[in-house]
């Protein structure tokens, strides 16, 4: 193999291999001229306190509803019989937010017919819905929502009638 060392980026290329092959075979073994003090306050990765636990929970509608984000609390609502918590997605879910008729409360059919409607709400004091009427498109649409959920929020409890 011939290589041609008379263009001047032949020549700077095989200056810089010649170099990192140097550095790499005779690595250099001189002590650094200051103590690194980066660790000296501490590791920084380390978080302040600790984030608040969630624990996973059986809810009824009665006891899902005060989680409805007022005053800046927690927003849980559920799909298919599971609790997310919402917090995290505030603006969509909140008082003021374009999902916020769903916060602290049962979210399936609303979810399942693509409709923020509030007549897509089931009370807290009447039982859950049992969502018999609900075609096979819709059952999909309310699927699709749940992994979307699942994947993006923390799962915190489950939605039964009676505790």
Same mark, same amino acid.
């Given at each position: ?6 263009? /001047?980026?032949? $020549?700077?290329?095989? &200056?810089? +291999?010649?170099?990192?092959?140097? *550095?790499?075979?005779?690595?250099? $073994?001189?002590? /650094? ?18 984030? /608040? ?20 609390? *927690? +927003? &849980? ?22 999902? =916020?008729?769903?916060?602290? *409360? !049962?979210?399936? *059919? ?22 018999? !009427? &609900?075609?096979? !498109?819709? %059952?999909?649409?309310?699927? =699709? ?8 929020? +923390? %799962?915190? =409890? ?6």
């Amino acid at each position: 193999m011939h290589v041609d060392l008379g263009t /001047p980026v032949n $020549t700077a290329l095989f &200056l810089y +291999i010649l170099y990192s092959v140097q *550095r790499i075979v005779f690595p250099s $073994t001189s002590k /650094p001229k200051t103590v690194p003090t980066e660790f000296k306050g501490g590791y920084s990765w380390k978080p302040k306190s600790h984030p /608040p636990t969630v624990v996973f929970k059986t809810y009824t509608p009665k006891m899902l509803e005060p989680f409805n984000g007022e005053d800046g609390g *927690r +927003i &849980l609502l559920a799909i298919n019989g599971t609790v997310f918590d919402v917090t995290a997605g505030r603006s969509f879910y909140g008082p003021n937010g374009m999902y =916020g008729n769903f916060a602290g *409360r !049962d979210a399936s *059919r609303g979810m399942a017919k693509q409709s923020f409607d509030i007549e897509m709400i089931t009370p807290s004091d009447q039982p859950l819905d049992k969502l018999d !009427d &609900l075609s096979s !498109d819709e %059952i999909e649409n309310m699927k =699709g929502w749940y992994e979307h959920f699942a994947n993006k929020y +923390i %799962i915190c =409890g489950k939605l039964v009638n009676e505790a």
